[in-house]
């Protein structure tokens, strides 16, 4: 058995472009779904399109699309159209994330669909979602990150709100939606039938607000930025020392009273103004500048030896090239390196569903050219050139 | 049938603390399983001391916890573990956040575990994962966003970075341990055997970012903080109007037309510096300074209405209480009203995994006092009482 086992048998028929659906069923077939990507003939998923390039390739469209398979259809063309409903017979899983309204065009709405392939899985991932006012508006991450609360959180007091430096508008709701079609997978070996998972990208926004909704109902304080400050818990957050900046996290007594012995400042830990977390949070200006002082000695590799040595939650502030180079995430097989006919070798993150005693696969085939699986898929499921 | 009946029949056993543990099981919940938290005798879930409290109550664990039962038990006392031993003969799902090794500590090993119960399924979350030279570490949300690549993605350049506004180390690692989870569900229900799910928290990070692996592997350049501009489509981040800032996301050269026509900007499609995606995402500066000459006449309300006349992406930036005052939010049960005994009605959010044509169910049963459900869960698990 491999990590990709968990799934396999499962085969998914996928119209979605760019990153929501796609991010989605990229999580599928990592899980050992098959994954068929029906795309538009000539441009294919828009994504194919998005810099940056290598040897003519999207990279953006290599990191979100490998172990699928392509075939191009024009769904508005009779023949195409017999080939996809050959395709929707086999299938278990439906993914697309058109605006709402877009499939009952192309005759393939809800309704129509349950009717002829009752135990056929539906995924759709939208801006707004198949209900409410504004359904029918298209949206991007940006949008959703704007109206769903987290950039009015990010970002610094008294300063412009930052963007999540992701697309977490769409990742998550591509998560949310992996998380419906298993469900509805599970569902369907009890009831034989198929549901239609309604995923909107603005909701699942709502949904990872933590407690801001009942703490801001009950106490009438907005949530704002704090740089990277926890809006409860201190010391939990970024400070300098010598080099460059370290996150701390000592979330509660026993790690703050470590943590002082970790920067041999027994006084903070009897200082009356650090005794409890509440009374740290409220002196959390006056806790980083005597923080600060003692930090400002060593190197941030230093710290991060005696903060691990004592068990103190704490890491520096990676960016891309040390995320790869970490050898925790090595370890991991978090960054894999994936074989592309076009792009040559290229790193890409790893699968972090991990099963136990499992083999962790590592080999992903590469994201496919447009259409370049149109044969084997035609013979396989209309018969064609047998 | 409603939303909350894909998972109808699952029983989970849970004995995680705090965010990414509780998070993945309160999902799971609202899809229809039955959650039964394990606590800690006296104290239980940490986050039952993490303020805001009302009545006394905490806030944060209210958030996190509705639709569960609370049973405490001590791990360490014989009786307490045969009562735990009860619960996992009938459970479908036991999930943990302990730091790796402490299950095995108390006898409850995953290879224990899977010699008695081989249908037990296993989730288990962690900050770095059951292998690899961390494994052993604590880690907190704000570790992980400063290693995991995102913190030194967000913010503004030339400035400190800035802690994405939510938890979304321990959020993300929640999600994908549900997805995991469920994908094991429907893997049990082809080889009648249970899985060990392991995930860490700095893996889903590294899963999340997006196309930044492969584009810095092949091009060298280092993704870094942008404000709220997207690394490569432009317009795509908030721009100031006469009384806020405003999200416009003209994400192709079509939307690009439409936007110019809602300014009324005709100047800026003829344009030979905007031309292209490529062209206006080198030519930001001086486009975001041409669009917010223009935008500066009116307020954020009357351009959204011309944009959203022309189907341009927009969004206004919606802090707390305009996200739970958004009609939209409103229409898909996003926000809702749970009636709490200690604290009273207080808005929580929604489910945002909607099934089509299914009840979405709005009412929660409040987060439990702990230990509130002991007898009747030992007359049915134990049969004591009967």
């Known amino acids: 058995m491999s990590n990709s086992s968990l799934l396999s048998g499962v085969t998914v028929i996928d119209l979605s472009r760019v990153l929501a659906g796609p991010f989605s069923t990229m999580t599928l077939a990592n899980l050992g779904a098959r994954v068929i990507k029906v795309e538009i003939p000539g441009t294919g998923d828009d994504s194919r399109a998005f810099g940056p390039f290598h040897n003519g390739k999207s990279l953006y469209f290599a990191s979100i699309n490998c172990n699928k398979e392509s075939i191009a259809l024009n769904l508005k063309n009779p023949e195409d159209r017999a080939i996809f409903e050959k395709l929707l017979e086999k299938a278990d899983i439906l993914v697309e994330n058109y605006r709402p309204g877009t499939m009952e065009k192309l005759g393939y709405g809800w309704g129509t669909l349950h009717a002829k392939y009752p135990k056929l899985i539906y995924g759709a991932a939208s801006g707004f979602g ?6 029918k508006r298209a949206a991007y991450d940006m949008v959703v990150q704007g109206m769903g609360g987290v950039l009015s959180m990010t970002g610094y007091p008294n300063q412009p709100p930052a963007r999540v ?8 709701a591509g998560l949310y939606l992996t998380i419906g079609l298993n469900a509805a997978l599970y569902n369907r070996t009890v009831t034989k039938v198929g549901s239609k998972i309604d ?4 909701d699942c926004q709502v949904a990872i607000l933590e407690d801001a909704i009942p703490a801001y109902d009950k ?6 930025p704090l740089g990277t400050r926890h809006p409860s818990i201190a010391p939990f957050q970024t400070f300098a020392a010598k080099d460059a900046s370290i996150v701390i996290a000592a979330g509660n007594d026993h790690l703050f009273d470590l ?16 005794k409890t977390n509440e009374l740290r949070h409220e002196n959390i200006d006056v806790l980083q500048k005597e923080m600060e002082t003692t930090l400002a000695a060593k190197t ?10 004592v068990g103190v939650p704490c890491g520096p502030i990676n960016d891309v090239p040390h995320v790869i180079a970490d050898p925790q995430v090595a370890a991991r097989n978090m960054v894999i390196e994936v074989d592309d006919p076009v792009i040559g070798k290229v790193k890409t993150a790893g699968n972090p569903v991990k099963v136990v005693g499992a083999v962790d696969e590592v080999t992903l085939r590469p994201s496919p050219e447009l259409d370049a699986n149109r044969a084997a898929i035609l013979a396989e499921f209309v018969g064609v050139g047998k």
Chains 1, 2 share one sequence.
């Open 130 to 135: 198949d209900s409410g006012p504004y359904s």
């Open 165 to 172: 430096g992701i697309s977490i508008g769409d990742i998550t």
């Open 199 to 202: 995923i909107a990208m603005l």
């Open 219 to 224: 106490t009438g304080e907005i949530p704002g």
């Open 259 to 274: 943590m002082t012995q970790a920067l041999a400042r027994p006084d903070l830990l009897t200082d009356a103004r650090f």
């Open 300 to 309: 941030v590799a230093e710290w991060l030896v005696a903060l691990n040595t």
